[in-house]
């Protein structure tokens, strides 16, 4: 063996990009943020795969996060998923952290954004699941989920609703992704 070759198993591991992905989410990034993912994200990638998983945190493993899958929408070629992250603070209670959508291309990880969480009370947001239209637009809004969480205490105080936003192409007859937005009631 020459001297620059390095056996195998004595090779720095590299860490996969969905891996730092998560590892972002973790570290509670409150900001909206966008992080596109390569295309060799994998089949095994569980935001694209999964109906729920806990996160460990590696400082402290019993104060993980557990992804809620919600639902999803498609348009074209790509599936918008819509998750829920929870963890407890000081209890077994998980309490709401944040939500994120992901831009899956089968079970590959295209782009996850997250998503700031918006006041409607009162609103047909609140109250409705049925697709809102305006009269003469081309865009609409498709109701996706509800999650019912605890927000302080042991009672659950607030319901966490996921809308998903498109647009109407007249030139190819189709609706497009436009964007996501959550709302607390």
């Not at 954004?113 to 239209?133: K, N, Q």
């Amino acid at each position: 063996m020459s001297p620059r070759q390095v056996p195998l198993a004595s090779r720095p591991r590299r860490r996969p990009p969905a891996l730092l992905l998560i590892l972002g989410l973790v570290l509670g990034l409150a900001a909206p943020t966008v992080v596109a993912a390569p295309a060799s994200a994998g089949p095994g990638d569980a935001f694209c795969s999964t109906n729920g998983f806990f996160e460990p945190n590696p400082a402290n493993p019993s104060i993980g996060t557990t992804w809620t899958f919600i639902g999803s929408r498609s348009n074209g070629s790509f599936t918008y998923r819509y998750w829920m992250a929870q963890q407890p603070s000081g209890s077994s209670i998980l309490y709401y952290r944040n939500s994120l959508v992901v831009k899956c291309n089968g079970t590959a990880l295209v782009l996850s954004t997250t998503l700031a969480t918006t006041g409607a009370s009162g609103t047909a947001h609140c109250t409705s699941s049925a697709d809102m239209t305006p009269p003469a637009s081309s865009v609409t809004e498709r109701y996706v989920g509800q999650r019912w969480v605890p927000t302080q205490g042991t009672t659950p105080t607030a319901t966490i609703r996921y809308w998903h936003r498109e647009w109407f192409s007249y030139a190819t007859l189709t609706w497009n992704y436009s964007s996501s937005y959550v709302v607390r009631c």
